[in-house]
């Protein structure tokens, strides 16, 4: 499985981006898919994270810190995800990784090692 993510760029405080992320390969590998960001300095942490890409079902599942302000969706037709960010703050302001993987529990969404399959990261830059 190979993730493509794009969409990055520079906005201002308050302003909005879409990131996009497209899986190529065995799709139906994978089970759990999302977004990661990794500021300079800092662990890489989980943004929002989808289980059930390929069934359908499921849920997304997002850090406090962007509640209410980011969403996840997906287009299964395209094997594609979105990340919809709104309202974003300086602190949003950090590399943005695409993430897949299969057979990861509930409990371990969250870390970045349970993850098998990386996109290349797409800057996200926010002005204040």
């Known amino acids: 499985v190979q993730l493509q993510a794009s969409g990055g760029g520079l906005a201002q405080a308050g302003g909005s981006l879409r990131l996009s992320c497209t899986a190529s390969?065995?799709?139906?590998?994978?089970?759990?898919m999302g977004w990661y960001r990794q500021a300079p300095g800092k662990e890489r942490e989980m943004v929002a994270v989808?289980?059930?890409?390929?069934?359908?079902?499921?849920?997304?599942d997002y850090a406090d810190s962007v509640k209410g302000r980011f969403t996840l969706s997906r287009d299964n037709a395209r094997n594609t995800i979105y990340l919809q960010m709104n309202n974003l703050k300086p602190e949003d302001t950090a590399v943005y990784y695409c993430?897949?993987?299969?057979?990861?529990?509930?409990?371990?969404?969250?870390?970045?090692?349970?993850?098998?399959?990386w996109g290349q990261g797409t800057l996200v830059t926010v002005s204040s």
């Open positions: 390969g065995n799709f139906f590998s994978i089970n759990t």
């Open positions: 989808l289980n059930g890409i390929v069934s359908g079902g499921g849920t997304a």
């Open positions: 993430a897949a993987g299969n057979g990861i529990i509930l409990s371990s969404l969250n870390r970045a090692g349970a993850y098998t399959y």
